[in-house]
């Protein structure tokens, strides 16, 4: 079992829809959760940190974190085709290595 | 400007070479990492450190090698020793265990 499993895709969605994201982790000590973006050729951005149980909204996006069930996603609302890209899922623990997810290709239709 | 640097954007190695990629930071992190990063693949990390003068070897170290002489800057060797080095590089850098992490620009490794 990967420590932090996402679908790879493609996940397509058309233009104003919601795209959700999901993303699965092993280890039951981890403490902080993010939602990275990146697009073709370029490094990860950050859309969204959280740490605990919970949804916590930023503009279109909103993650969700879900500790009992090992589990974190991330809702995007009216998305639009500048959000295609790859979305990777990453999850601390105690230590400072971040694990990441292989992450999930969404293709916004126009 | 703060932020972090990597140079340079891309970087031609021929067989038998070490080459050595840049990365600096002006945030006044702790913590240093570098990813190697396939196509279609996720994040794999190679070496991070967490202060300076200590590092510590990721998940695929063997054939690379780092050095943490200042805070600012954490350069990644990639040795003749790594005989399949092409892929595309990330430098990260982060203030502290339950802060976010930030990446650089990144670097692509070609061999010739």
């Known amino acids: 079992q990967k420590e932090v499993e996402q679908n790879s895709g493609p996940l397509s969605v058309p233009e104003g829809a919601i795209a959700s994201l999901n993303c699965t982790y092993s280890d039951r000590g981890s403490q902080s959760f993010f939602w990275y973006r990146q697009y073709s050729g370029k490094s990860p951005e950050l859309i969204m940190s959280?740490?605990?149980?919970g949804d916590k909204e930023d503009g279109r996006f909103t993650a969700q974190l879900n500790k009992a069930s090992q589990y974190v996603s991330l809702l995007i609302r009216d998305s639009q085709p500048s959000d295609s890209a790859t979305y990777l899922c990453?999850?601390?623990?105690?230590?400072?290595?971040?694990?990441f997810g292989t992450g999930t290709r969404l293709k916004v239709l126009a | 400007d703060g932020g972090i640097t990597q140079s340079p954007k891309y970087l031609f190695r021929k067989e038998g070479q070490n080459v050595t990629l840049s990365c600096e930071q002006n945030l006044n992190h702790d913590a240093m990492y570098w990813y190697r990063q396939d196509p279609g693949q996720g994040l794999r990390l190679i070496y991070y450190?967490?202060?300076?003068?200590?590092?510590q070897k990721g998940d695929i170290a063997e054939g690379y090698s780092v050095s943490r002489e200042k805070k600012e800057s954490f350069p990644l060797t990639v040795t003749s020793a790594q005989k399949n080095p092409t892929a595309f590089y990330l430098c990260a850098s982060r203030r502290g265990i339950k802060e976010t992490q930030y990446f650089g620009p990144g670097t692509r490794l070609l061999v010739l």
């Open positions: 959280i740490y605990s149980n």
């Open positions: 450190s967490q202060i300076v003068n200590d590092f």
């Open positions: 990453a999850v601390n623990g105690r230590t400072y290595k971040y694990i």
